[in-house]
Nanobody
């Protein structure tokens, strides 16, 4: 059984930074998987924020380009999202996802940006 556990969310003032992490555990080798981050704000649909392929190809949501950086450590089965210059509109529940060899979601970690 595969589990994804996010950590690192919290409350930060606008302009601040946070790094969220997502570790995969169980019978899986994440090196062959696509990993990514999604977010969902209250009353809004879930949206894809950043994705990194097994080969290192990266895509970002337009509104976070230049501010967020996704990275992965395959030896640790972990994906990270470094978020800089945070804005109140970045407030959401952030989920990680691992797919391509199954489809797995984490439980989410709350990021709140105060103005």
């Amino acid at each position: 059984q595969v589990q994804l556990v996010e950590s690192g969310g919290g409350v930060v003032q606008a302009g601040g930074s946070l790094r969220v992490s997502c570790a995969a555990s169980g019978s899986i080798n994440s090196a062959n998987a696509i990993m990514g981050w999604y977010r969902q704000a209250p009353g809004k649909q879930r949206e894809q924020v950043a994705v990194i392929s097994a080969y290192g190809s990266i895509n970002y949501l337009d509104s976070v380009k230049g501010r967020f950086t996704i990275s992965r450590d395959n030896a640790k089965n972990t994906v990270y999202l470094q978020m800089n210059n945070l804005k109140p509109e970045d407030t959401a529940l952030y989920y990680c996802r691992l797919w391509g060899i199954g489809n797995y979601w984490g439980q989410g970690t709350q990021v709140t940006v105060s103005s």
